[in-house]
């Protein structure tokens, strides 16, 4: 993806992206398996997940595993998503973590590894330097010089990993570009977090202070660096949640260790552990399970039955029928899923482009959405890029107003529930 053969927007931008190696995995495993392998290879990912995040405590016990719920239900708003590239980077914090704990300084050697993996898989590797700087404190307060200097150096060869990229330093760019760029006005899954989960963040991060600072300021001090990091993530977009209450979890279990290790073996936490799993296995038995099989082996409910629907009965008429000229002006939220579909077509914008520059200082999207609500100067816009031909959701405003008016350049070919067709008009 050096070049951007995908949309036709901005068609010379080059995306200094972190994807290269998650677009391989899923690619291969779909390849492989198709949807039931993702469902899978998410299945494995999440356990190896818990049990590392289990080994790096292994005296917790039990408490492990009401943690990693609570971590599962806090940041449920981008898990239940499925296997997209957040999941990895939740893994990867939770390696890193157990890496860094490791008296064993071989063990550490692997954290370049880590990180060489981690930037080419996904954009929030940067978080992971939230934890080697809280390290590195840590043990300056010790005063441990000599474990000092082996997590410093490291921290810097990881930090020279993450270059190792098909863009090097470009992709520090991408970065602060989604930290400039606003964001939370413009999609869904960066918008903050609602007022409930923000009174939640408020509360754990003020008491997780004070215990800090009243426990024992000199030697524990050092813990307010990643709660400020960690509840800022999760202040600035509901899809850091997840990482915001692992955050959290590392925290407590560094405050807290004598007092979490004689919760292990209560009688009414074992009791407990019990009936949680119960109604999980049942609940997830009951519900989930059927519904993932059901959307990975029928494309018809795939289509209309999961996130959003998709237009998969418009996308076999394209098929059929060739419809002539490359470029087609489409919505978002269908960029990527046509993309796959229809491979010999670019399309207008996609999820890759919100934070990327334009000549007009405008975010992609807030273009895009002036033409599909068919704002003044809309058929302007659409001359100017090149468009070909339109497949937009029924029922929006652009669909309306090409009705309404029956537009002499635009003429309507296909429609179904989900979709309508246009095709621009030979000028006389």
């Not at 990482?243 to 073996?265: A, C, H, Q, R, W």
Request: proline residues 5%; charged residues 20%.
């Amino acid at each position: 993806m050096t070049t951007n053969r995908l949309t036709y927007f901005l068609p010379s931008y080059l995306w200094p992206n972190s994807y290269t190696l998650y677009q391989i995995i899923v690619s291969a495993f779909y390849k492989f398996g198709g949807l039931t392998s993702l469902t899978l290879l998410y299945s494995f990912l999440a356990v190896c997940t818990f049990l590392i995040f289990d080994a790096t405590y292994p005296k917790f016990n039990k408490i492990n595993y009401f943690s990693f719920l609570f971590v599962v239900l806090f940041g449920w708003s981008v898990f239940r998503f499925g296997l997209r590239a957040q999941i990895f980077s939740f893994a990867f914090l939770i390696l890193l973590n157990y890496l860094i704990k490791r008296d064993n300084f071989k063990a550490k050697l692997f954290i370049p590894a880590l990180f060489l993996l981690w930037v080419n898989i996904h954009g929030a590797f940067v978080v992971g330097f939230i934890l080697l700087g809280t390290e590195l404190v840590r043990l300056l307060v010790k005063k441990d010089y000599d474990k000092f200097r082996s997590v410093l150096l490291i921290s810097t060869i990881s930090l020279g990993a993450t270059l190792i990229n098909p863009y090097g330093i470009k992709i520090y760019e991408e970065v602060l570009r989604h930290a400039e760029v606003p964001m939370k006005s413009l999609i869904a899954e960066w918008v903050e977090p609602t007022i409930l989960f923000k009174l939640a963040i408020t509360l754990f991060a003020t008491t997780l202070g004070f215990i800090i600072l009243h426990k024992d300021a000199k030697k524990k001090a050092y813990l307010l660096l990643p709660l400020l990091a960690f509840s800022y993530l999760g202040y600035s977009a509901r899809r850091n949640l997840g990482l915001t209450s692992i955050g959290y979890i590392f925290i407590v279990y560094e405050l807290m260790v004598p007092f979490i290790g004689k919760l292990k073996d209560n009688a009414y936490l074992s009791k407990a552990y019990i009936l949680l799993t119960f109604l999980i296995l049942v609940y997830f038995s009951v519900s989930k399970v059927p519904t993932a099989v059901s959307l990975d082996i029928d494309w018809v409910k795939y289509c209309n039955n999961g996130m959003l629907p998709y237009p998969y009965k418009a996308v076999e008429y394209i098929k059929r029928e060739a419809i002539p000229g490359e470029n087609v002006f489409s919505s978002y939220e269908w960029g990527g899923f046509l993309e796959w579909q229809l491979p010999e077509y670019k399309f207008f914008v996609d999820g890759r482009t919100p934070a990327w520059p334009t000549p007009e200082g405008k975010s992609p999207y807030t273009v895009y959405l002036e033409i599909i609500q068919a704002q003044p100067g809309y058929e302007g816009q659409l001359e100017l890029y090149g468009t070909d031909w339109m497949l937009v959701p029924a029922g929006t405003y652009l669909d309306i107003e090409l009705n309404r008016e029956k537009k002499a350049v635009w003429k309507e070919v296909y429609r179904d529930e989900i979709s309508a067709i246009y095709l621009k008009q030979a000028s006389k």
